[in-house]
């Protein structure tokens, strides 16, 4: 059995899901607009990747604190197939498909919030999913993250812990597909690294490297 590991944004959706989020957010009257500037100026630190991913989750759980978690599940069931599913690459959808009549174990790995990856993984019908987490307390979100961030390194970090969690962790072959230079980390772990519509710096470590560059369209 193989492991297949998808980064979420701009690799399996054509989008960012947390931007996405954000979006519904406000649209609902359920956060600021004020949040969305905020959230793009954060963006633009990410792919200089200079972000701080904790000063990111602050800013973007902060609509959430407080709040029950069976309001906000509700609230992202509605989101996942509204602005979630119909921005699935149609090529994702086949790759996922390939490697679940291959038997292979799929797992979604993303430096988003656990709170949104888990249900869309689960939406996209993969085994798993590690992202950040998000603290719950008393059936809340406190709007605070524990753990290690599922971010460049952490990514490698968080799988390796799972992997250590897995009744059979020898995996024969590992798969890894990803649009990020700050996922290069990850895609060095994989026997098969793909890239997706990589910018021009990760096309060409793609090249050097001799990874598999994908152009995924919507």
């Known amino acids: 059995m193989d492991l297949a590991l998808f980064d979420l944004d701009e690799t ?11 979006r519904w957010l406000v649209s609902q009257g ?13 963006m633009s630190q ?23 978690t069976l309001t906000v599940s509700g609230w992202l069931r509605r989101f996942i197939q509204r602005d979630i599913l119909p921005r699935v690459y149609p090529d994702a959808r086949e790759r996922l498909t390939w490697h679940q009549q291959r038997g292979d174990t799929i ?7 656990e709170h949104l990856v888990t249900p869309i993984a689960q939406q996209l019908g993969a085994h798993g999913a590690l992202a ?7 059936d809340r979100y406190s709007g605070l993250t524990y753990g290690t961030m599922t971010y460049k390194e952490g990514k490698v ?9 897995q009744a059979d962790p020898n995996f024969d072959r590992t798969w890894a597909y990803s649009d990020s230079m700050n996922d290069i980390p ?27 560059v994908c152009r995924w369209v919507k």
């Open 46 to 68: 990410y792919y200089q990747g200079t972000l701080s991913m904790e000063e990111y989750m602050n800013t973007t759980l902060a609509p959430l604190t407080g709040m029950a």
């Open 132 to 138: 950040v987490g998000v603290e719950i307390v008393d």
């Open 12 to 22: 399996l959706i054509c989008e960012d899901s947390t931007s996405l989020w954000l």
């Open 30 to 42: 359920f956060a600021p607009e004020a949040l969305l500037k905020q959230e793009q100026e954060l």
């Open 157 to 165: 970090t968080r799988l390796t812990d799972w992997k250590s969690l």
């Open 107 to 113: 797992l979604v790995i993303s430096a988003s919030g």
């Open 186 to 212: 990850l895609l060095e772990q994989a026997d098969h690294a793909h890239v997706i519509n990589p910018d021009e710096l990760l096309h060409q470590e793609a090249l050097n490297r001799g990874w598999q």
